[in-house]
């Protein structure tokens, strides 16, 4: 019987490769918001009444964006909300620009209309509100939304725990946030790290201190990693993937990455030519992708509902 059955477990035993499920907005907006959260965030009881017509301004004006939002925690201020705005870069690669804000909440009336200029280019009122302090430090949220999905409550709480316990004994560079639905409960614990826009998956807490301790450790990828926002391509992402399990962290410091895919004219699949500069010399990579078959499963906890996901096998050609 499903509801006792928890999605992300089934999941995780399925052998479903969770790489290429991250979401692809050009935006994401990370919103503050008191808990206790309704299963849909703007039906809470203390969802901000100026912001209940954002989603569908943003709707209407086909703005790409993702919404998530965070609780309150020591970070926050009284009396303002914070909000973060992580916006794509020119490159696919490259990492979001990142903008924090913290309105007075006398001045909540005026986001809607404020966010909508600057991402279209209008104008920059809203960066009156701006935070640089924190420009360097990573944001990590991680679903918690226990009202949405159990795993999620149950997982993503205590990875949420142990990754402040390790940022706060080591001093590091990070924030994490308890956040509500991001898409992807039955891979719970997950979670989104801004402004590098990874989204991670189905992870292990023997793992946090690999994720956060990046000068010490390597994280090892396997399937946790489930792809960058900013690729416009599932099968460039999948590729990326690759790449990311063999190089971990140092991976993110390797400039002109690019890629180009066509289809192989002498075998099934596509082939990803894969470029990227590594000690000033351009190093080319050429995989070959296939699929092979789809493994379903449920969504969610307590869901009828099964999930079709293409499994692909990515091998590279020497």
Not at 34 to 56: M, Q, R
Not at 175 to 197: C, D, L, N, Q
Request: glycine content about 4%.
């Amino acid at each position: 019987m499903t509801q006792h059955v928890e999605c992300s477990q089934i999941t995780k035993y399925s052998n479903e490769k969770i790489i290429g499920t991250a979401a692809n907005y050009d935006i994401q907006l990370s919103i503050e918001l008191e808990e206790p959260w309704d299963a849909i965030p703007v039906k809470s009881n203390k969802y901000p009444e100026e912001f209940k017509l954002l989603p569908s301004i943003l709707a209407k004006n086909k703005i790409n964006v993702g919404i998530n939002y965070f609780s309150k925690n020591e970070h926050c201020e009284n009396n303002f909300t914070k909000i973060f705005i992580f916006k794509k870069s020119f490159s696919e690669f490259n990492f979001y620009e990142k903008i924090e804000l913290s309105i007075p909440h006398s001045q909540l009336n005026l986001f809607s209309n404020y966010c909508l200029d600057y991402l279209q280019n209008k104008n920059s009122n809203l960066l009156e509100w701006s935070i640089k302090s924190n420009s360097s430090t990573k944001e990590i949220f991680i679903c918690v939304h226990s009202n949405r999905d159990q795993c999620c409550g149950k997982y993503g709480f205590t990875l949420f725990q142990k990754f402040n316990e390790i940022i706060h004994q080591n001093n590091l560079n990070f924030r994490v946030w308890k956040s509500s639905h991001i898409g992807g409960h039955r891979y719970a614990p997950t979670f989104f790290e801004a402004p590098s826009m990874r989204w991670y998956g189905l992870f292990d807490l023997n793992l946090a201190e690999d994720f956060l301790l990046r000068d010490k450790n390597k994280l090892f990828v396997n399937n946790n990693y489930r792809g960058m926002s900013g690729l416009n391509n599932k099968i460039a992402s999948l590729v990326e993937g690759e790449l990311f399990k063999q190089y971990s962290w140092e991976w993110e410091s390797f400039s002109n990455k690019n890629y180009e895919i066509v289809t192989n004219p002498e075998k099934e699949g596509l082939l990803v030519y894969f470029y990227y500069n590594l000690n000033k010399e351009t190093i080319k990579r050429i995989f070959q992708v296939i699929e092979t078959n789809s493994i379903e499963n449920i969504s969610s906890c307590g869901s009828a509902e099964k999930k079709l996901t293409k499994q692909y096998l990515i091998t590279e050609i020497i």
